[in-house]
């Protein structure tokens, strides 16, 4: 099996190559052409002593060598700003290869290059017509020679025993049409016709910079159940986005047909909510064992069905195949409470169903595309969870990239024909900040300062077209704006009617990104612009408490998202600052702890209460099962968190919205707040040079523990309570130092090493016991 050399750091140099494509005539209005198979046998003098393969693709590739697959990537390249940046892969291939004869080969799909993708029945050949690859292997052989096969004339192409491939569709394959032992050296490809060349902007190419999409989890179906028309019910127990892979003995069946779907409605998959993803895959055959899996799509599902399979249930194997971005697991967190863990664990799942390639809102209907807003409030929470550095830096290249040729930050990135509403792209607060605040968040969670002098231009170029569009009253209130997006009391059929003015959002986050801003510019030694910046934040602050504070920390627009925006971004301070916590825990108490925010204030209300002191206000609001809260989606049996509140109604059925996804992570974005409080680790310096352990043991709480694999080594902290005493436990890397709070209100320093604590929860005496 070859192994994949570290990404992003083998360039191979120089194209030497030009690409392949297949020669036969397409109408290129169909979405269902059926893509090639590629083949070159070639021969090497010698042992190859070291192989290296290069590949990317218009469209997905899957490259065998000699009958093997190579490497175990999925849905490569990925996807990409193509004009400007198309990744390639880098295999070491040395094993795979043999003097003498030896054979290349590569199935093709058409994924985001050509496929039909975006809302409403979406757009067809968004990047280009052609599917084609570009590949270059390179070897050097035991005899001192060097040989470069490159994608050339000398290829062959197939019609593909994939007959149609489509991100959304799903995928149809014909295993009668399996040409045998296509990518061996001794296949005899007397039928397959010569390619035809095909043009790739090779200045355009970089190496991949965040992990490839792979397989990282094989699910075990916890139901299976066979109903009177034949056809075979699956639960998978868990929301997920990946495909199926079957296997059965021969004779069972010349045509299945798998549907997926998040949940179901009567007993049956409710597909409406995939609007025209209608995610469908088909096998056909006529006789042979199968053993097949899709390979240019994936769903987002819990449950499939399985029609057209005639043999006896216990000779077929199902397994639900987990993909995303396989990216390194770094932060964890359980407590006593078991509800809170279940929450936990559905970000989780949220965050894997939907980092595949881009960040995306959801991987099941007919979007799936990089929100901005989606992640910039969601990316604390994710570099906590995996490493999440090159993946996100990666993709905020392509940010600034559409940024520079639409003249603002997108609402989603890379851009695509958009409906009727987001075309012309217009600047809106929360989505488009995430130029200047995701960056930070990268900065601050990795310590490396080269993600913000990358993103500098494009942190700028938004504050400045902010400041721009607000003019000199520093109040951004004109124009369209998303807001509190999702609001639970906004009408199912319009999200941002929220009860929050768009436009105190839009100024409050004007003011934390010029403030960020600052300090971004100040990090990277660019002192006149950080001062410049600080200013403009101190005055949008000004403009922001003039128009929308009645001067004593009470906003005119008194709402959960509104106090929780001024006081998280520092636009109400001290005595304000608590006037404006007290207002707030009111609102939540008044509530009944449910839920009151959208996007815009779903990663900061519970900030908000802890930073002014209501501990009990912000444990009741997360512990809350009545809808809205987080828990009473778990409550409903939640496995990934909802894109709404009620994504599930009250009485068991689907929000008839149509914007109803079961896996979007955006509302999970208090568990980077969770990270902080309940598990307690936080940096106080880039990268965690420094941290404060500060957990606190409220909402009755009985012990919890996280663990974090900073940039300097793995961090815990892990309490418990009794009667009367907080139990710490504290474990500070090598390079790292901090300060532990506990929380009878004394604070001890830490250096690196393990420490144990308790302190009392009645009197205020805290002991250091052991270091
Ligand atoms: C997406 C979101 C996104 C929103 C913006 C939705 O359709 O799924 O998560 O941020 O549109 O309007």
Not at 187 to 193: I, P, T
Not at 619 to 646: C, H, N
Request: hydrophobic share 40%.
């Amino acid at each position: 099996m070859a192994s994949v050399v570290e990404v992003g750091l083998v360039d191979p140099l120089d194209w030497t190559t030009s690409g392949i494509m297949p020669p036969w005539p397409e109408d290129h209005s169909d979405p269902d052409r059926r893509p090639p198979l590629f083949r070159r046998a070639f021969s090497l003098p010698s042992a190859p002593v070291k192989a290296r393969l290069y590949v990317t693709a218009h469209g997905l590739y899957e490259m065998e060598l000699n009958g093997s697959r190579v490497g175990a990537e999925a849905l490569a390249p990925g996807w990409s700003v193509y004009s400007d940046r198309l990744q390639h892969a880098t295999y070491d291939v040395t094993e795979m290869l043999v003097e003498g004869d030896n054979a290349i080969g590569s199935w093709m799909g058409d994924g985001w290059w050509r496929g039909r993708y975006g809302f409403h029945g979406g757009t067809l050949n968004i990047y280009g017509t052609d599917i084609a690859l570009l590949a270059q292997l390179e070897v050097k052989c035991a005899d001192g020679s060097k040989i470069v096969i490159g994608t050339d004339k000398h290829w062959k192409a197939s019609p593909s025993p994939i007959l149609r491939s489509s991100l959304y569709v799903g995928e149809e394959f014909d295993n009668d049409a399996m040409p045998g032992p296509w990518s061996s050296a001794e296949f005899d490809d007397m039928g397959w016709a010569p390619v035809k060349i095909a043009q790739f902007l090779t200045g355009t190419i970089v190496p991949q910079e965040g992990p490839p999409v792979r397989c990282t989890e094989e699910l075990v179906p916890v139901s299976t159940e066979r109903r009177d028309d034949g056809s075979i019910l699956v639960d998978f127990g868990q929301n997920f986005a990946g495909r199926l892979h079957l296997r059965a003995p021969s004779g069972v069946g010349r045509e299945l047909e798998v549907r997926h779907a998040e949940v179901l409605q009567d007993g049956e998959l409710y597909v409406r909510t995939l609007r025209d993803a209608i995610s469908i895959d088909r096998y056909l055959g006529s006789e042979g064992s199968i053993d097949w899996e899709p390979r240019f799509t994936i769903h987002g599902f819990r449950y499939a069905e399985i029609s057209g399979y005639t043999g006896d249930l216990s000779d077929l194997s199902i397994l639900g195949r987990v993909y995303h971005s396989d990216m390194r697991r770094t932060g964890w967190l359980t407590t006593s409470n078991e509800s809170l863990n279940r929450l936990h664990e559905n970000v989780v799942w949220s965050m894997k169903s939907n980092f595949v390639s881009i960040p995306t809102d959801c991987p099941q209907r007919d979007e799936r595309l990089g929100w901005t807003g989606d992640i910039q409030v969601f990316a604390p929470t994710a570099s906590y969870l995996f490493d999440v550095d090159g993946f996100l830096s990666g993709w905020l290249k392509d940010v600034a990239l559409e940024q520079n040729r639409f003249g603002t930050v997108p609402w989603y990135v890379p851009v695509i024909p958009g409906a009727p509403q987001w075309t012309p792209i217009v600047p809106g607060a929360v989505w488009g900040d995430v130029a200047v605040l995701t960056p930070w968040t990268l900065f601050e969670r990795y310590g490396d300062s080269g993600v913000l002098r990358q993103q500098y231009q494009s942190a700028r170029d938004w504050v400045d077209q902010v400041a721009r569009l607000a003019g000199p009253s520093r109040l951004w209130d004109t124009g369209r704006q998303l807001g509190d997006w999702l609001d639970p009391a906004a009408p199912a059929d319009q999200p941002a009617m929220a009860l929050t003015d768009p436009y105190l959002v839009a100024t409050a986050y004007f003011a934390w990104s010029s403030r960020r801003l600052s300090l971004i510019a100040e990090t990277l030694g660019k002192l006149d612009d950080a001062r410049y910046y600080r200013s403009l934040a101190d005055e949008v602050r000004e403009a922001f408490l003039t128009r929308w504070s009645t001067g004593d920390g009470r906003l005119v627009n008194p709402t959960q998202t509104g106090y929780a925006l001024a006081i998280v971004f520092d636009l109400v301070r001290d005595e304000a600052a608590r006037r404006a916590g007290a207002e707030l825990a009111a609102l939540v108490t008044e509530r009944g702890n449910r839920i009151g925010v959208g996007f815009a204030g779903v990663n900061l209300i519970s900030d908000a209460l802890t930073m002014t002191g209501h501990h009990e206000e912000a444990f009741a609001l997360l512990l809350e099962e009545q809808t809205p809260s987080w828990l009473s989606m778990v409550a409903k049996g939640a496995t990934t968190i909802w894109e709404r509140w009620d994504s599930l109604l009250d009485d068991g059925t689907v929000n008839p919205g149509q914007m109803t996804s079961f896996n979007h992570y955006a509302l999970g974005s208090v568990a980077d707040w969770m990270h902080r409080t309940i598990g307690g680790i936080a940096p106080t310096e880039a990268g965690y040079r420094s941290v404060r352990v500060a957990p606190i043991p409220a909402g009755g709480l009985t012990g919890a523990r996280a663990d974090f694999d900073s940039p300097y080594g793995r961090i815990t902290s892990d309490w418990k309570v009794d009667d009367t005493t907080f139990h710490l436990d504290v474990v500070v890397p090598v390079g790292c130092s901090g300060v532990v709070d506990l929380p009878d209100g004394s604070s001890r320093e830490v250096e690196h090493g393990s420490h144990h604590f308790t302190a009392s929860l009645i009197g205020s005496s805290t002991q250091r016991e052991a270091s």
